[in-house]
């Protein structure tokens, strides 16, 4: 359910992206809370055309072109200091350039060696905050990509978090509407649900007024150009993941011949979807996605929520929390909507999928931490109860670039439609929640007919989509194949999960590929699940210091810090040893086993944690990672903290 319009979660438009879990960036999904809701019939306002302006022909030069001082990063989210940092002043109203300016907050992985150019990067959202993506592990994409020798930029979009992010409503608010009961029961969750309809269109209005209908995809594409020139580079290279694909289309057909290549990872094209089209396909993405899971839990005896139907015990506890919600120790309330917000949040990546069943097990036991935390994540919600800009950007510029799906003629034939093809997300659609997109864009950026996408340049574009993709189905890479012409091609993955780069080898090579020299795949190409690594024959003969626990499963750490079975093989444990202390005791039993320890860079650069690298020269060779309690503060592993037991290693 959305909370506040018996309405699925998935209804929200566009996606963020899941970018991979090598560089510590978790999947997530913007979604924002019925407070954006509005009600009342159409704005009869005359359409307002987000196409680029007749008298100003797209491929100009900005008028605010400006330089770029790159500088060492302050922000205090950037720990590596090699990345770098600028700002450069963009027009709110390219029509108007002598008007209001948004400082635009970038940051960069500069490049190495004989710079070839630069990379511009966005993760999804719309909404998502690429500088932070970028700082948390912009040098883990150019190392998998393999271009170093290209500056990797990231930039927080108009709207977004350091570039004038949107702020209508406090956090306050925010917190107080996250997870309430789209079918409230009491008066209380019915005074919830009243005031959330209205309060944030209505808050947004009397802040920025008319302003809103600049923060469009089409203004973010022409700051993409204003970067480029700012640079002095005659065309870019672009990496985009779900609604950073639509980004990225955008520019494509506005500055065709700027383009010197382009990646579309997990396609997002709803434009000219019929209201059905664009509803039913993340309804029934996630619906597909939701019995994968299952089925893997129904088969795997270390699912913490498997049993014989699972389907059947993940219902029952979604109406048990609906008919009493859980607290947690520091008072927050775990409900049904929680905890659907987390199975979508999960459902993004298969390496969740463990994470999400100790959750839901916590939580039929009466403990909420687990759904909570996912959902906070998935919802930027930090742990001391703010939130990032993106339940705020999110629909300001889905609503500024038409975004939203058309009316339906028959919303409740076609909720009723839904309904049947999607029998859990769509459990409690009503018609008023199939016209919820519409009506909430009538008090932001009412009638903005979307820009009808093309190419015509020579940069190859490559498209990625997914066959098992909940967020983004390949219904829509096959569509925007179509609409970008002979220069494009389609890759298609057919793993589980939404965003490929990092999470397929297959996808990631030919991502940097293209990106790094051009090289364009053949038609048709398919890319399978990268293989699992198996157990070596010799790991269990591996020597175990005393003091350290058996094997214990901890689904959430392994995926903070990028221990996926296709990358390594691992097994986790616990000890009261410090974090020095204990790879210590490993490097002594190890000499015995003939693994000597050598010099290698920390895997994991986060305080209180200590490693030792181990070979014995030949085949064998071994990571100990020590993380201490106090790692657990950072904000990579918070999500994992509520695993580990407290003051352990």
């Known amino acids: 359910m959305r909370n506040g319009h018996r309405r699925s979660a998935l209804l929200a438009l566009l996606i963020l992206a899941a970018c991979g879990t090598n560089a510590n960036v978790h999947s997530s999904r913007a979604d924002p809370i019925d407070s954006t809701a509005t009600s009342g019939a159409p704005a009869t306002t005359a359409p307002v055309d987000s ?54 907050a970038l940051i960069r992985v500069p490049a190495t ?4 150019g630069a990379i511009l990067f966005n993760p999804g959202g719309p909404g998502a905050s690429t500088f932070d993506y970028v700082a948390a592990g912009g040098t883990t994409y150019t ?27 406090t956090d306050e608010f925010l917190d107080r509407h996250l997870y309430i009961d789209g079918t409230p029961d009491t008066p ?34 022409r700051d993409m150009d204003a970067i480029r020139v700012a640079m002095g580079d005659d065309q870019i290279s672009y990496l985009g993941i779900s609604y950073g694909t639509y980004l990225g289309a955008t520019y494509a057909t506005m500055f065709p011949d700027r383009v010197r290549a382009m990646v579309l990872d997990s396609v997002l094209e709803s434009n000219g979807d019929t209201t059905k089209q664009s509803l039913e396909t993340q309804l029934v993405g996630f619906e597909g996605a939701f ?33 009493t919600p859980i607290t947690d120790t520091n008072g927050r309330v775990g409900n049904n909507a929680t905890m659907e917000r987390a199975t979508i949040a999960a459902l993004y990546s298969e390496s969740d999928w463990p994470v ?17 935390s996912i959902a906070d994540s998935y919802n930027g919600r930090n742990d001391d109860g703010t939130f990032t800009t993106l339940f705020q950007s999110f629909p300001v510029i889905s609503c500024a670039s038409g975004l939203e799906p058309p009316l339906a003629d028959d919303p409740e034939g076609l909720a009723t439609e839904l309904r049947a093809e999607a029998p859990r997300f769509a459990k409690d659609l009503t018609a008023a929640d199939v016209t919820f997109e519409t009506t909430q864009c009538d008090g932001i950026a009412p009638n903005v007919k979307p820009l009808a996408l093309s190419y015509s340049g020579d ?23 179509d609409e970008l012409g002979p220069n494009a091609r389609l890759v298609t993955s057919t793993g589980e999960g939404h965003g490929q780069l990092l999470a397929n080898n297959c996808v990631t090579d030919i991502e940097g590929a293209l990106l790094e020299d051009l090289t364009v795949p053949d038609a048709d190409t398919v890319c399978e699940p990268d293989p699992l690594i198996a157990k070596p024959d010799w790991w269990d003969a591996l020597p175990v210091p005393d003091g350290v626990s058996g094997v214990v499963q901890l689904p959430e750490l392994a995926t903070a810090v990028g221990a996926e079975p296709s990358v390594v093989f691992s097994e986790m444990r616990t000890t009261s040893a410090s ?71």
């Open 188 to 221: 209380e969750e019915q005074t919830l649900k009243d005031e959330s309809e209205h309060g944030f269109v209505d808050a947004c209005k009397a802040k920025y007024g008319d302003k809103l209908r600049f923060y469009s995809t089409v203004n973010t594409a």
């Open 143 to 169: 190392g998998a990509l393999g271009t170093q020798d290209f500056d990797f930029v990231g930039f927080d979009p108009r709207g977004v978090e350091r570039s004038n992010g949107i702020h209508c409503v």
């Open 356 to 372: 999400l069943a100790n959750a839901l097990a916590d939580a039929e036991g009466g403990d909420p931490k687990g759904i909570l």
């Open 459 to 481: 940069g190859p574009i490559v498209l990625v989509g997914g066959t098992n993709d909940p967020a983004t189905p390949i219904r829509w890479a096959r569509k925007m194949l």
């Open 579 to 649: 974090a020095k202390d204990v790879v210590a005791a490993y490097t002594e039993s190890f000499k015995g086993a003939g693994l000597n320890e050598f010099d290698a860079p920390s895997t994991i650069p986060v305080d209180d944690t200590a490693q030792g690298t181990y070979t014995d020269g030949s085949k064998r060779a071994v990571v100990v990672i020590a993380l201490g309690p106090k790692a657990f503060d950072d904000p990579e592993l918070q999500r994992a903290k509520d695993e580990i037991p407290p003051n352990t290693t």
């Open 51 to 104: 196409t680029p302006s007749t008298d100003a022909p797209a491929t100009t030069e900005p008028t605010n072109n400006g330089t770029l001082d790159w500088q060492t990063c302050d922000d205090p989210s950037v720990t590596d200091s090699t990345l770098e940092c600028a700002t450069l002043t963009v027009p709110l109203d390219y029509d108007n350039p002598s008007g209001d300016t948004i400082d635009m």
């Open 291 to 323: 019995q994968n899971w299952a089925t893997w839990c129904q088969g795997d005896a270390t699912c913490a929520f498997t049993t014989a139907d699972v389907p059947a015990r993940w219902d029952a506890l979604k109406q048990k929390l609906d008919d």
């Open 113 to 116: 060696g004989d710079r070839k």
